[in-house]
């Protein structure tokens, strides 16, 4: 596991500004890429010298706007009966996209905003929005707002956990030592993971049938 971490972390340098706009674009839209392990690593790069921490913020928002954007106009070419036959297909089964659509049609664009900040609706939510043609101006600007949000924290995760060891990638033994040493970082932001997720599941749970 140490290993892979490592070979990671050396993609992230390798593939310098595209690829953590390629690779945010993808986490953006339907492909199962998670913006955790790429801000944090790409933090720790800027942290040595490699990208800068604006950088890194600024790169990982446009690539989550371009899949935002991917995904909107995907959506509203293709529209609902075409999504839901073939979304199981595309990592989109239609249980995820019913509580997409019940997420925005309850919070509508503020909505948006927070969805680029909590699991499971965050690379789903341009769906629905672009099924009802939620007007593509105020979408991008709530995307862009909250999807710059989502990469600064991120960003500055990954920094203060990683970014004073400049020599880990080399030793990917002494990775998993600082990880295990700010264990309770770790687990906090995981925590914090696991209850949005619990919250969304909550909020965007089917309303139980009213009684005849």
């Known amino acids: 596991m140490s290993q892979w971490i490592g070979i990671w972390f050396q993609w992230v340098h390798d593939w310098g500004y595209p690829g953590i706009i390629l690779l945010m674009a993808m986490e953006s839209s339907i492909f199962p890429i998670p913006s955790e392990v790429v801000i944090p690593p790409a933090a720790y790069w800027a942290a040595q010298g490699r990208y800068s921490f604006a950088g890194v913020v600024i790169a990982g928002t446009l690539g989550s706007y371009l899949g935002a954007a991917a995904t909107y106009w995907a959506a509203r070419w293709l529209g609902r009966p075409l999504l839901i036959r073939y979304g199981r297909y595309l990592f989109c089964p239609e249980d995820k996209l ?6 925005l049609a309850h919070y509508e664009a503020g909505g948006v905003f927070f969805a680029r900040l909590v699991p499971v609706v965050r690379h789903l939510i341009g769906i629905p929005a672009g099924l009802v043609r939620m007007p593509f101006g105020l979408y991008s600007a709530m995307t862009i707002v909250g999807a710059g949000l989502w990469c600064w924290v991120l960003a500055w995760f990954g920094g203060d956990l990683l970014g004073s060891q400049p020599d880990l990638v080399q030793n990917p ?3 998993v ?3 295990q040493k700010k264990s309770w970082l770790v687990g906090g932001f995981a925590l914090l993971l696991c209850c949005l997720y619990v919250l969304v599941m909550r909020l965007t749970a089917k309303p139980p049938s009213a009684c005849s």
């Open 98 to 103: 019913l509580r997409a659509e019940r997420w």
């Open 173 to 175: 033994s002494q990775l």
């Open 177 to 179: 030592g600082v990880l």
